[in-house]
C-alpha cells in the first residue's frame, strides 16, 4: 500500500480562536502526507485572514456561503475539497492533543483497515476542565447507532475513506448514521488508544444548541434511519 494521502477537514463557523486551535494540532502532525481542508460559513473573514497569515500550503481554504450554520452541509463540503485517500474528520472546537495522532491512525490503514476509531476525552471551555476519558466501541450488528447509541464518539473521532459524506437528512444524530453506513460497508474499524483526541465541550457547541429540541430532533432522525435501512 502507497503512504496514504489525508485529508483533515475543519467545517467552521465564526470562531476563530477555537478554528485557530484546531488547525493548529494538524499541523503540528509528525505525519507530513496530509493536507488541512477547512471549510467556513463566517460571515466575516477572520479566520480566511489568519489562515492567510501563517501561509501554509497545506492549508486548502474554501469560503463556504451555502447552508450557512448547517454543520453537516458544511463539513460535506469540506470533504468534496478533498484530495486525500482518507480523510480525518474534524470539528472546529475540538483538536488532536498527541502528534503522533494522525501517525498512529495511518499504521492502522496500513494494515489493511479501512476506517479508523480514536479514543477522546472532552474539554470544557467554560471551566477548563478536562473530564469522561471515552474508549470507544461497536455493539453487535452495530443497530444501536440507529436508536441513537453513539458508543463511538463524534465525528472527530474518525478517520475514514475518501468520498463518504454525511447524510444532510440526518439533523441530531449524523454521526451515528455515519458510523453505522461504514459499520454495515466496511465492518468493524481499527482503534486508537490513548485518548488523543480531545473534544470540546460547552454553550457554545451545536449539541448544547440543539438541546431544547433533542427528543423530537432525535425521534425524527430515528425514524429516518429506520426506514433508510429498513430496520
Not at 27 to 44: A, C, R
Not at 137 to 157: K, M, P
Not at 198 to 219: D, P
Request: charged fraction near 25%.
Amino acid at each position: 500500500m502507497a503512504i496514504p494521502f489525508v485529508s483533515v477537514i475543519i467545517p467552521t463557523f465564526n470562531r476563530k480562536e477555537l478554528c485557530k486551535k484546531a488547525a493548529a494540532s494538524v499541523l503540528k502532525q509528525t505525519y507530513k502526507n496530509l493536507e488541512l481542508v477547512i471549510s467556513d460559513h463566517s460571515i466575516n473573514d477572520d479566520i480566511k485572514e489568519y489562515l492567510e497569515s501563517i501561509n501554509d500550503e497545506n492549508i486548502i481554504y474554501v469560503k463556504n456561503e451555502n447552508d450557512r450554520g448547517l454543520q453537516v452541509e458544511n463539513m460535506n463540503n469540506a470533504v468534496n475539497n478533498c484530495s486525500g485517500d482518507f480523510i480525518k474528520l474534524m470539528n472546529h472546537d475540538d483538536y488532536m492533543e498527541s502528534t503522533d495522532t494522525i501517525q498512529e491512525g495511518v499504521k492502522l490503514l496500513e494494515l489493511g483497515y479501512q476506517w479508523v476509531i480514536y479514543s477522546c476525552k472532552h474539554f470544557n471551555y467554560e471551566t477548563e476542565e478536562m473530564y469522561y476519558f471515552h474508549n470507544p466501541r461497536i455493539e453487535g450488528d452495530g443497530t444501536h447507532f440507529l436508536d441513537g447509541l453513539n458508543y463511538a464518539g463524534c465525528s472527530s473521532v474518525g478517520l475514514i475513506p475518501k468520498n463518504v459524506l454525511l447524510d444532510v437528512n440526518v439533523k441530531y444524530m449524523a454521526d451515528c448514521e455515519l458510523w453505522y453506513r461504514l459499520f454495515t460497508e466496511y465492518k468493524h474499524p481499527a482503534f486508537v488508544g490513548g485518548h488523543k483526541i480531545v473534544i470540546g465541550t460547552g454553550n457554545h457547541t451545536q449539541t448544547n444548541k440543539f438541546a431544547k429540541n433533542k427528543s423530537q430532533m432525535l425521534r425524527d432522525d430515528i425514524n429516518y434511519c429506520k426506514i433508510k435501512y429498513k430496520k
